[in-house]
C-alpha cells in the first residue's frame, strides 16, 4: 500500500511516499528555519504563506522520486494536529483535495504519533508495547504506546516544552533559530557541573515535568551576567542546561518503562537528536537492561515519512478523515 503522506504542522513542509508503514521511498522537505530565523522565532502567517507555496511541488516532487505515478497511491494522508492552525490547515486542506481527486481515502495523524513512528522506520524490528519520551518544540510527553495506535500519556510537561526551553535560552544567548542544535554544538567541551540549575518536581505527579523555571534561571543568569559585565563560560553554561534538561527527562521516561514492566524504550520529537540527552540514555538502559531506540537525526524533527508510516497503522485501524476533516491547534495523543 502505497501512502502519499504531508505535514505542515511548524516551520517545515514536508511529503513522502511510504509503502506498507517502513519503507520510504521518497522523503522531501522545504524547511522555512532561514525565514523565521531573523525574527527568533516561528511567525504563524509567514509560516502558513510558506506551506501554500510549496506544498503542490512538494507533492510532485515525492511522486517523481519515489518513481511513482499519481494512479499509484493508494491513500492520502495528513497531519491534522496539534500545531500552528494556519499552517495545520494549508496540509489538511491540499490533503483532502488530493485525495478527493485520486479517489482514495485520506488518513489524519497526530502529529506526535508520527514523531513516535520515525522509530519504526529506523529499527524494522520495533513494535509495540514501549515507552516513548516524545520532545519537541512543542510537546514533551512520556507515552505508554500499547500498540500502533493505543497511546496513553504517563508524564506531560506542566508547562513549557523542552524543545522551547533550549530555543528561548539560544535566543537570548544570541546563537541562531531555532536554538537546540547551536545550544548542543556549543556545550561541546563545557564543564557540565559549573552551573547549578533548580531541579523541579510536581507534587503528587511524579511523571509530570516541568521546564519554565529552568528557562527562568537560565535566562535570568545570563541577563546578571551581562549587566555586571561578567563574561559566562557559554561552553559550560550549554552544558550544565542540557545537563538539566536531562535530568527532568531520563529518570522519569526510565521509571516509566519500570512501571509498564517493559524492555523498550524509544525517543521521538527534534529534541531526541540532542546528545547529552541520547547519551544519558545510553548510559541508562544499559544499566536498566532496556533496549534503546533513538531515530536517526534525520528522522527526529519533523518529516513526511513519519506521517506516512503512521498513517498506515492508523488506516489499518480503520481511522478514515472525510472532505469535512478539520486542523487544530491542539490535539489529544489517546484519542489520536
Ligand atoms: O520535532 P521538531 O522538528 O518540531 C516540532 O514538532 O516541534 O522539534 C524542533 C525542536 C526545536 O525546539 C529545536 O531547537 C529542537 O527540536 N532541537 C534540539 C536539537 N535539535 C533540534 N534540541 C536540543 N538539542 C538538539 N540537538
Same mark, same amino acid.
Given at each position: 500500500?502505497?501512502?502519499?503522506?504531508?505535514?505542515?504542522?511548524? @516551520?517545515?513542509? &514536508?511529503?513522502?511516499?511510504?509503502?506498507?508503514?517502513?519503507? /520510504? =521511498?521518497?522523503?522531501?522537505?522545504?524547511?522555512? $528555519?532561514?525565514?523565521?530565523?531573523?525574527?527568533?522565532?516561528?511567525?504563524?502567517?509567514?509560516?502558513?504563506?510558506?506551506?501554500?507555496?510549496?506544498?503542490?511541488?512538494?507533492?510532485?516532487?515525492?511522486?517523481?522520486?519515489?518513481?511513482?505515478?499519481?494512479?499509484?497511491?493508494?491513500?492520502?494522508?495528513?497531519?491534522?494536529?496539534?500545531?500552528?492552525?494556519?499552517?495545520?490547515?494549508?496540509?489538511?486542506?491540499?490533503?483532502?483535495?488530493?485525495?478527493?481527486?485520486?479517489?482514495?481515502?485520506?488518513?489524519?495523524?497526530?502529529?506526535v504519533?508520527?514523531h513516535?513512528?520515525?522509530?519504526?522506520?529506523?529499527?524494522?524490528?520495533?513494535?509495540?508495547?514501549?515507552?516513548?519520551?516524545c520532545v519537541s518544540?512543542?510537546t514533551?510527553?512520556?507515552?505508554?504506546?500499547?500498540?500502533?495506535?493505543?497511546?496513553?500519556?504517563?508524564?506531560?510537561?506542566? @508547562?513549557?516544552? &523542552?524543545g522551547?526551553?533550549?530555543?528561548?535560552?539560544?535566543? /537570548? =544567548?544570541?546563537?541562531?533559530?531555532?536554538?537546540? $542544535?547551536?545550544?548542543?554544538?556549543?556545550?561541546?567541551?563545557?564543564?557540565?557541573?559549573?552551573?547549578?540549575?533548580?531541579?523541579?518536581?510536581?507534587?503528587?505527579?511524579?511523571?509530570?515535568?516541568?521546564?519554565?523555571?529552568?528557562?527562568?534561571?537560565?535566562?535570568?543568569?545570563?541577563?546578571?551576567?551581562?549587566?555586571?559585565?561578567?563574561?559566562?563560560?557559554?561552553?559550560?553554561?550549554?552544558?550544565?542546561?542540557?545537563?538539566?534538561?536531562?535530568?527532568?527527562?531520563?529518570?522519569?521516561?526510565?521509571?516509566?518503562?519500570?512501571?509498564?514492566?517493559?524492555?523498550?524504550?524509544?525517543v521521538a520529537g527534534g529534541v531526541a537528536?540532542?546528545?547529552?540527552?541520547?547519551?544519558?540514555?545510553?548510559?541508562?538502559?544499559?544499566?536498566?537492561?532496556?533496549?534503546?531506540?533513538?531515530?536517526?537525526?534525520?528522522?527526529c524533527?519533523?518529516?513526511?515519512?513519519?506521517?506516512?508510516?503512521?498513517?498506515?497503522?492508523?488506516?489499518?485501524?480503520?481511522?478514515?478523515?472525510?472532505?469535512?476533516?478539520?486542523?487544530? $491547534?491542539?490535539?489529544?495523543?489517546?484519542?489520536?
Amino acid at each position: 500500500m502505497n501512502i502519499l503522506a504531508f505535514e505542515s504542522s511548524c @516551520d517545515e513542509t &514536508a511529503a513522502a511516499v511510504v509503502r506498507d508503514g517502513r519503507q /520510504v =521511498l521518497s522523503d522531501v522537505i522545504a524547511s522555512q $528555519a532561514d525565514m523565521h530565523a531573523i525574527y527568533g522565532g516561528v511567525v504563524p502567517e509567514i509560516a502558513s504563506r510558506k506551506h501554500v507555496e510549496a506544498i503542490a511541488g512538494l507533492a510532485d516532487a515525492a511522486l517523481q522520486k519515489a518513481g511513482l505515478q499519481r494512479r499509484d497511491i493508494d491513500a492520502v494522508a495528513v497531519t491534522y494536529g496539534p500545531g500552528l492552525i494556519g499552517a495545520v490547515l494549508v496540509g489538511v486542506n491540499f490533503a483532502k483535495s488530493v485525495a478527493y481527486g485520486l479517489g482514495v481515502p485520506l488518513i489524519p495523524v497526530h502529529h506526535v504519533r508520527g514523531h513516535i513512528s520515525a522509530n519504526y522506520i529506523a529499527h524494522l524490528d520495533l513494535e509495540p508495547p514501549f515507552v516513548c519520551l516524545c520532545v519537541s518544540g512543542g510537546t514533551t510527553l512520556i507515552v505508554d504506546v500499547k500498540d500502533y495506535t493505543k497511546m496513553r500519556v504517563l508524564g506531560a510537561t506542566r @508547562d513549557d516544552a &523542552a524543545g522551547e526551553c533550549f530555543d528561548k535560552v539560544a535566543r /537570548v =544567548l544570541g546563537i541562531g533559530y531555532p536554538g537546540g $542544535a547551536p545550544m548542543d554544538r556549543l556545550s561541546r567541551g563545557g564543564d557540565d557541573k559549573k552551573y547549578t540549575f533548580p531541579s523541579v518536581h510536581v507534587h503528587d505527579a511524579p511523571m509530570d515535568m516541568s521546564f519554565s523555571g529552568l528557562k527562568t534561571a537560565a535566562i535570568n543568569l545570563i541577563h546578571n551576567a551581562q549587566q555586571k559585565g561578567e563574561k559566562l563560560d557559554l561552553p559550560s553554561l550549554a552544558a550544565s542546561f542540557a545537563g538539566a534538561v536531562s535530568d527532568m527527562l531520563v529518570p522519569r521516561v526510565m521509571e516509566a518503562a519500570r512501571l509498564c514492566r517493559y524492555r523498550k524504550v524509544a525517543v521521538a520529537g527534534g529534541v531526541a537528536a540532542n546528545s547529552r540527552i541520547r547519551g544519558d540514555l545510553e548510559k541508562a538502559c544499559a544499566q536498566a537492561g532496556m533496549e534503546l531506540y533513538l531515530p536517526p537525526l534525520s528522522l527526529c524533527g519533523d518529516n513526511g515519512a513519519m506521517i506516512g508510516c503512521q498513517a498506515y497503522y492508523e488506516y489499518l485501524a480503520g481511522k478514515r478523515g472525510g472532505l469535512d476533516l478539520n486542523a487544530y $491547534a491542539n490535539l489529544d495523543i489517546e484519542k489520536g
